[in-house]
């Protein structure tokens, strides 16, 4: 089973259509039985998610009706009469996917975590296809038309991981040599999170990386610029240091392209953790 949570709510049984959710309640119960089922949900919380605004006043009967509809969506064709996924237990609900189950968002999560430990091993290609694996996996926005404190708590999680994607995809792609995509991830990074030093100092190294030092210069007196105008403060430390070295590196020469190293080939990764909801959406401009 693959289900999406990030832009159109999909649930694709093998070898049927994909279902889209249509209703914005069962959006967000499915998001949150989905993300919670480990532990289950209570009934009170689940309510509070689908109506932040304000529980109706006969909102038990609304949230069984709501679990119906998410119930219908969850359970495959090829289960027994009677049989669902998804169960109330001791006031909770517990929705028990097949072990095989993906979710685009925890995809995500787990490539990232991937690509981190591949980029410190030096396995730059491995780290970047990873990468760009989970930006794929979080195109779109989590319930967009959902408010409440749970949704905005895992849109924030899910932009945090979308920038730490593209900070890494930046940094691979400049040690690889690749200094056009270098610098197209570290240009979403800083449009998306302008305050974030990390994602300016991405921009840095995929100019100097191309040979242009001028530019990387020219982009650590843009964040200061920044920084002093709407914050009143000066770049940290780290991107300082990072500023000093390119001010003593000697003139400005392409980077050889590294040999990759320390990883296996990227063509055995898992196609999940690299994107394999891709063609639900449209790629990223």
Do not use: K
Request: one cysteine or more; glycine letters at 8%; aromatic letters at 4%.
């Amino acid at each position: 089973m693959l289900i999406r949570l990030m832009g159109l709510v999909t649930i694709e049984h093998e070898g049927l259509a994909p279902l889209h959710v249509s209703s914005a309640q069962a959006q967000a119960a499915l998001a949150r039985l989905v993300l919670d089922r480990d532990a289950g949900t209570s009934r009170e919380h689940l309510a509070d998610t689908i109506w932040p605004e304000g529980l109706p006043d006969t909102w038990a009967a609304a949230l069984r009706g709501v679990v119906s509809r998410v119930r219908s969506y969850v359970s495959s064709p090829l289960l027994n009469p009677g049989e669902t996924p998804l169960v109330s237990q001791s006031g909770r609900y517990l929705l028990r996917l097949p072990d095989d189950t993906a979710v685009d968002l925890e995809a995500a999560e787990v490539a990232v975590a991937e690509a981190e430990t591949a980029f410190a091993d030096g396995a730059h290609a491995v780290a970047r296809r990873l990468a760009a694996g989970a930006l794929a996996n979080l195109r779109g926005s989590f319930l967009p038309a959902h408010e409440g404190e749970w949704a905005g708590g895992v849109r924030d999680r899910v932009e945090e991981l979308r920038l730490t994607a593209l900070e890494l995809a930046s940094r691979s792609a400049s040690g690889l040599g690749d200094e056009h995509h270098a610098l197209r991830y570290a240009d979403e990074a800083v449009r998306r999170a302008p305050f974030r030093e990390s994602a300016h100092r991405c921009r840095m190294t995929a100019h100097a990386a191309a040979g242009n030092r001028a530019d990387a210069l020219r982009a650590y007196h843009r964040l200061g610029e920044v920084l002093a105008e709407e914050l009143g403060i000066d770049p940290a430390p780290e991107t300082q240091a990072a500023y000093l070295e390119l001010l003593r590196a000697a003139e400005p020469a392409r980077r050889p392209r590294p040999a990759d190293s320390g990883r296996a080939p990227a063509d055995g990764l898992d196609p999940v953790l690299i994107g394999a909801f891709e063609a639900l959406s449209p790629p990223l401009r």
